[in-house]
């Protein structure tokens, strides 16, 4: 259950970034954050009422500040990025992020990572690289602030694991209201109308990441951080399936190895995990 939820999150994942780095060519950032914070608030109010979950447990404050400083990294470094390197750049310092969760989880949730799963990351992290031919732009200007995002969405992700007693709700709830306070802050120095379709594909955009971070908060809660981690690389699955039906770019052998060493990686995991468990005594 866990894996499935978190496939689903990283397919929304990749949605999310597709739909932002059409966006962001013609916005700012920070107004990008604002409004799909509203868009994503359209639905997140409704769930709060019927829910009557308690927003404002702070039990674990430390935690939750440092989840939303994280998450608000994470996306303002991914957007940013994008305006002044070629996706699939910035998309290779992200799927660095299977490695950095795993390296954490280790001293940070005292979880135990055996070394298949150490050997499912490091070869999903080659076919991605294999996948993406990152170019010249990689060791751009722009190129720390990637990595920087990177570093920040894995450290989200294992902090989100630590939290996983919490409910789900609040954590994507307060999630999104610092990206809305962090984005709002930056409206006097960078503002452009959009025209009402921008404007509702930038709703669109945090109902889409609102859906993303729900299915991957909650398989964290279900799932050790590093049996997720390696699922992480099936962003690029779903890129280049989005890219063949949506824009009809053919995959290219390398693209083609590439997902083919990804799906393999996972499927090694899920394979060994289902091997692992316990045959139920009759």
């Not at 059409?22 to 709060?48: C, E, F, H, I, K």
């Not at 500040?65 to 750049?89: E, K």
């Not at 490695?99 to 298949?116: D, Q, R």
């Not at 393999?264 to 060994?272: E, I, P, Q, T």
């Amino acid at each position: 259950m866990g894996i499935g939820l978190y496939l689903t999150g990283v397919f929304f994942f990749a949605l999310n970034d597709a739909l932002g780095k059409w966006l962001v060519t013609d916005y700012s950032v920070g107004q990008l954050m604002l409004l799909r914070s509203v868009g994503a608030a359209v639905v997140l109010v409704p769930m709060v009422w019927h829910l009557r979950i308690d927003l404002f447990d702070f039990s674990q404050w430390r935690l939750q500040i440092l989840r939303i400083l994280c998450m608000a990294g994470d996306t303002f470094a991914f957007y940013y990025s994008t305006r002044t390197m070629p996706l699939a750049d910035v998309m290779t310092f992200y799927m660095a992020a299977p490695l950095i969760i795993t390296a954490l989880s280790v001293p940070l949730l005292g979880e135990k990572v055996e070394p298949f799963r150490w050997a499912a990351v490091v070869a999903g992290f080659v076919g991605v690289v294999i996948a993406l031919q990152p170019s010249a732009a990689l060791f751009s200007s722009s190129s720390p602030i990637a990595l920087f995002g990177a570093l920040m969405f894995g450290l989200a992700v294992t902090v989100t694991r630590r939290l996983r007693r919490t409910h789900w709700l609040p954590l994507v709830v307060w999630q999104f209201a610092g990206a809305a306070v962090i984005g709002g802050a930056t409206l006097p120095f960078a503002w452009t109308t959009p025209d009402w379709f921008d404007t509702g594909l930038m709703f669109l955009v945090g109902i889409v990441a609102m859906v993303c971070f729900i299915c991957i908060t909650r398989a964290l809660a279900m799932a050790p951080a590093a049996t997720l981690a390696p699922f992480q690389y099936s962003a690029m699955v779903w890129a280049t399936l989005m890219g063949w039906l949506v824009w009809r770019d053919v995959p290219t052998l390398p693209i083609i190895i590439g997902n083919a060493i990804i799906i393999g990686s996972g499927l090694f995991v899920f394979y060994v995990d289902r091997s692992a468990r316990p045959v139920p005594a009759e």
